[in-house]
């Protein structure tokens, strides 16, 4: 089960590093961009952040599982931290896509 979740995380980062393309909108300036992805981006660390906060909370009253607890701490936290650049990311994409914007070429 460990191999499957490192091998989750794995692929999670390399997906991350992904040219996903430019954000674009055909009435936006260069700098309306910005602004709009600054804006998007500083709430979505705003939730995101909210909700990994909640998750450790959570993780640490729950730590003394016993022996049914099979995760290390190290590795439950490198699952929080990975989902928490995964949400960053959709809510970045909806709060943009939201606001009229498109991604131009990329992979993802």
Do not use: H
Request: charged share 35%.
């Amino acid at each position: 089960m460990r191999k499957i979740l490192w091998l989750a995380c794995a692929v999670a980062g390399l997906a991350a590093c992904a040219d996903r393309g430019a954000w674009q909108r055909a009435s936006a300036t260069p700098e309306q961009t910005r602004t709009d992805e600054r804006e998007c981006r500083a709430l979505a660390q705003y939730e995101s952040r909210r909700d990994i906060r909640w998750r450790e909370d959570v993780f640490e009253q729950s730590k003394d599982l016993g022996p049914d607890d099979r995760f290390s701490p190290t590795l439950r936290r490198q699952q929080f931290e990975t989902e928490y650049r995964n949400r960053e990311r959709r809510l970045i994409d909806e709060c943009m896509s939201a606001k009229g914007y498109t991604r131009s070429g990329g992979i993802f």
